[in-house]
């Protein structure tokens, strides 16, 4: 079989079970629609939830981001599965107590205010169109690597699908595919790992594998550390970045993704509390598997290739080399014209130029795997990007058509005609996204990783002071998520666009990048909410009862 | 709703989620990152234990911890039922 037809082949396969899903999962109320009729089994959810969870950006890029990193990649690492223990306890079986539909609903609820309801709405929207937006940019790009189509036309395709299952199934048939697509993608990423540490290590478990030792009896790790240090780059396990901006990049990254209402309202389609908090535990245990392969991964891609590329004749190169060469992701300027690679630290010698990406995207090749698993890394990258994009995609119709037009425009709106409303703020918001995806503004990419700052700097304080400060009322929790949202975006358009001034790492408050900045404005405010809450009258007495409402198990379990 | 019993509920649940979330900063952003170079000077296996610590071992760390607080709060729901 040809690699091209088993791309098709295992691409088509896996869109045609999507599509089945679909049908077969067809939702027919609201209740269907936002919260799959809370009838989801917890391990399900936690699939759905680790699916949702993992972009595009998590199958393909995070691996190659580490494995130029080194240590400092860390904070992809923890950041993002240490936000689900702050899930876990701190939000998700509260919320799913409180048991309405969405993250705005309980801003406006707990809040007693419309204008916090609407802010909060504007809060998701934000944080999900920037994420929306590289999802649907990632499809295009996979189409484009693997099935020869351009980036456009794949952006097409994977808007057509999305939309097929999102606004027939909702959240039921987006549920049940994301499942599915966990099933894919999981497959897809640790069928390669698992060749490749056993190719490089004898052992079958990327995770022991990366601290085991290579055919020539040498830590792996050890190995890594004497080829960087030998070609001037800086120590695999030790990073350059400072101790205080790590810091701050991760609880950035932890608190975001506690605070992503597209994760949050997974967790509103299940029966009961508890089914809450153990989805909470089956979701990490799932991402957690893809987690701890990644850095393996890292440390195999980057010793396979400086060891195939580093010093060797460019006419020796095998065929992968060439063929990423043709896509401009790998890039090869003889300096010295002696026909030799020079891979180094000190950009003045260093002549190859490698994107990220290519980690992943190229491993099997480089590890010399059959095509069966390189189509299979296609349709695992294709179900990573599509299930986020779907979950995000929910968020903003349920955004639109229950917290905007049921609750503030038009509240005496029919069920159906509540339920027309979503289908149809689904399918405009495909359409804004497949634009963006076409037209990528020069920014998705870095407003992907900001958009954890911004759920970080907006929604966390609101929910958790909600549920463990009953003196908090609603003029704190809106002026701290308004304070909290602009203060993040003045200094991500600050640092990263250049507007008010603009300014470089050295302009940087504290020493904290633009990624990390979502602590300082989340910090902030908590401040702000509780100072000014302090400072206006209390809560009433029914949100008071409310609060203490959801502290408290159910009389029954269910 | 503000019986004794509602109240040491909730006393107890605090003070799962302190001892739950002390683990939870001590293995990720004490080891991982506040304390990472002083633990690689140790090694584990065919790491150095910080650098672990940091893209392995607070990932194991949390897994459990969750599942640790689903069993805790099942419990505790148990009683809070069953005494009522």
């Given at each position: 079989m040809s690699?091209?037809?088993?791309?098709?082949?295992?691409?088509?396969?896996?869109?045609?079970?999507?599509?089945?899903?679909?049908?077969?999962?067809?939702?027919?109320?609201?209740?269907?629609?936002?919260?799959?009729?809370?009838?989801?089994h917890p391990i399900a959810n936690g699939m759905a939830t680790a699916a949702d969870w993992m972009s595009a950006a998590s199958f393909i890029s995070m691996a190659g981001i580490i494995s130029f990193l080194g240590?400092?990649?860390?904070?992809?690492?923890?950041?993002?599965?240490?936000?689900?223990?702050?899930?876990?306890?701190?939000?998700?079986?509260?919320?799913?107590?409180?048991?309405?539909?969405?993250?705005p609903a309980f801003i406006g609820d707990r809040y007693y205010s419309n204008?916090?309801?609407?802010?909060?709405?504007?809060?998701?929207?934000?944080?999900?169109?920037?994420?929306?937006?590289?999802?649907?940019?990632?499809?295009?790009?996979?189409?484009?690597?693997?099935?020869?189509?351009?980036?456009?036309?794949?952006?097409?395709?994977?808007?057509?699908?999305?939309?097929?299952?999102?606004?027939?199934?909702?959240?039921?048939?987006?549920?049940?595919?994301?499942?599915?697509?966990?099933?894919?993608?999981?497959?897809?990423?640790?069928?390669?790992?698992?060749?490749?540490?056993?190719?490089?290590?004898?052992?079958?478990?990327?995770?022991?594998?990366?601290?085991?030792?290579?055919?020539?009896?040498?830590?792996?790790?050890?190995?890594?550390?004497?080829?960087?240090?030998?070609?001037?780059?800086?120590?695999?396990?030790?990073?350059?970045?400072?101790?205080?901006?790590?810091?701050?990049?991760?609880?950035?990254?932890?608190i975001g993704t506690a605070g992503l209402p597209h994760v949050i309202v997974r967790f509103f389609t299940v029966k009961k509390v508890s089914d809450a908090r153990k989805s909470a535990g089956w979701a990490l245990l799932f991402i957690a598997i893809l987690y701890t392969t990644a850095p393996a991964i890292a440390v195999f891609a980057r010793t396979n290739l400086i060891e195939t590329v580093s010093e060797k004749n460019y006419n020796d190169m095998p065929s992968w080399f060439k063929k990423w060469e043709d896509t401009g992701l790998l890039e090869f300027n003889d300096k010295n014209n002696d026909q030799i690679i020079q891979y180094n630290g000190d950009d003045t010698i260093n002549e190859l130029t490698i994107d990220r990406d290519i980690m992943v995207l190229a491993n099997p090749e480089i590890a010399q795997l059959p095509n069966w698993v390189i189509a299979l890394l296609a349709a695992g990258a294709l179900a990573a990007a599509l299930s986020t994009a779907a979950g995000l995609l929910l968020v903003i119709s349920s955004s639109v058509s229950h917290d905007l037009i049921k609750r503030i425009v038009k509240p005496d709106i029919t069920e159906k005609g509540e339920l027309i409303a979503a289908r149809l703020s689904a399918f405009f918001a495909v359409l804004l996204a497949g634009y963006f995806g076409i037209n990528p503004p020069d920014f998705v990419a870095a407003t992907v990783a900001l958009a954890f700052g911004l759920a970080a700097a907006s929604f966390f304080p609101a929910i958790v002071l909600g549920i463990f400060y009953k003196r908090m009322n609603k003029e704190g929790a809106i002026s701290g998520m308004i304070i909290g949202i602009l203060l993040m975006l003045f200094y991500m358009t600050k640092f990263?666009?250049?507007?008010?001034?603009?300014?470089?790492?050295?302009?940087?408050?504290?020493?904290?990048?633009?990624?990390?900045?979502?602590?300082?404005?989340?910090?902030?405010?908590?401040?702000?909410?509780i100072t000014i809450s302090n400072l206006t009258k209390e809560p009433p007495k029914e949100i008071i009862d409310l609060v203490e409402n959801i502290r408290l198990p159910n009389d029954t379990d269910d | 709703m503000k019986s004794k019993k509602s109240k040491d509920y909730w006393r107890k649940n605090l003070k799962y989620l302190i001892i739950l979330l002390t683990i939870w900063f001590t293995v990720s952003f004490g080891f991982g990152v506040i304390l990472v170079d002083q633990l690689n000077t140790f090694q584990f296996f065919g790491f150095k234990l910080g650098f672990w610590f940091a893209q392995q071992g607070s990932i194991y760390v949390f897994v459990v911890l969750i599942f640790v607080y689903i069993y805790l709060m099942n419990r505790l729901d148990k009683n809070f039922r069953s005494s009522k």
């Open positions: 690699l091209q037809f088993s791309i098709w082949l295992i691409v088509g396969l896996t869109f045609a079970l999507y599509i089945g899903i679909a049908i077969w999962s067809r939702a027919s109320s609201t209740n269907e629609f936002y919260v799959a009729g809370k009838g989801v240590y400092d990649g860390s904070v992809y690492l923890m950041g993002w599965t240490g936000g689900y223990v702050l899930l876990a306890l701190l939000l998700a079986p509260y919320l799913r107590k409180f048991g309405k539909f969405t993250v204008t916090a309801r609407t802010v909060a709405v504007f809060c998701a929207l934000i944080v999900s169109f920037t994420y929306i937006a590289g999802q649907m940019r990632g499809v295009g790009v996979v189409f484009s690597r693997y099935l020869e189509v351009d980036i456009n036309s794949g952006v097409f395709i994977g808007m057509g699908i999305v939309l097929f299952y999102a606004i027939l199934g909702g959240m039921k048939g987006i549920t049940y595919t994301q499942v599915a697509q966990y099933c894919v993608l999981i497959f897809a990423f640790m069928v390669p790992a698992i060749f490749i540490s056993i190719e490089m290590t004898n052992n079958p478990i990327p995770q022991f594998g990366f601290g085991s030792v290579g055919s020539d009896g040498v830590y792996l790790l050890d190995k890594l550390n004497g080829l960087h240090q030998e070609l001037g780059f800086s120590q695999y396990t030790s990073g350059s970045k400072s101790k205080l901006d790590i810091f701050f990049t991760t609880a950035a990254l932890m990263k666009f250049g507007w008010f001034g603009g300014g470089d790492s050295s302009d940087w408050w504290f020493g904290i990048s633009p990624e990390g900045f979502g602590t300082v404005a989340m910090i902030v405010n908590f401040i702000v909410s | -």
